[in-house]
């Protein structure tokens, strides 16, 4: 069985167009670095293609909650590290968090939790993970305490 590591981590550079008249990321945009940022490290760490799942069996997952909190703007052009990781999963839905900091990892920007249900795109309904998924899920979740909450997980990592 392969060694595959929980906590996944990439670099990316905020660009113009993504910004605010302050230079700082747009606050919707935060959302959208973490979930590029996870995919991309779905493709290189476990060779999970969601987007080809997606073309190819018509399966993906679709967002149902999203709790995120901003902490240190980050600014135009600035090298941020992404990391992620999955804290839960059931048959049917994933729990990832995802934390934005600065290059080298010192400052934590914002944090997010994101649950995410398994979907059926043609027939537009959820689904059952397959076998395989749950065995990866399995091997790559990363659980904390079932009392821990949103606050109660920020005030962990940010120690």
Known sequence: MQKY???LEGKMKIRFHDCDPFNHLNNSKY??????SRGDQLLEHYHLDIYKLALEKAIGWVV???QISYFVPASLMEEVTIRTQLNAFTERSLLFEASMWNNDATEL?????TKLVHFDLQQKRSMAHSADLMQLFGQVVYPFPLETDFE???KTIRK
């Open 5 to 7: 590591p929980k906590v």
């Open 31 to 36: 959302i959208d670095y973490m979930i590029t």
């Open 152 to 154: 109660a997980r920020i």
């Open 64 to 66: 149902a909650q999203t």
């Open 109 to 113: 920007k914002a944090f997010m939790w």
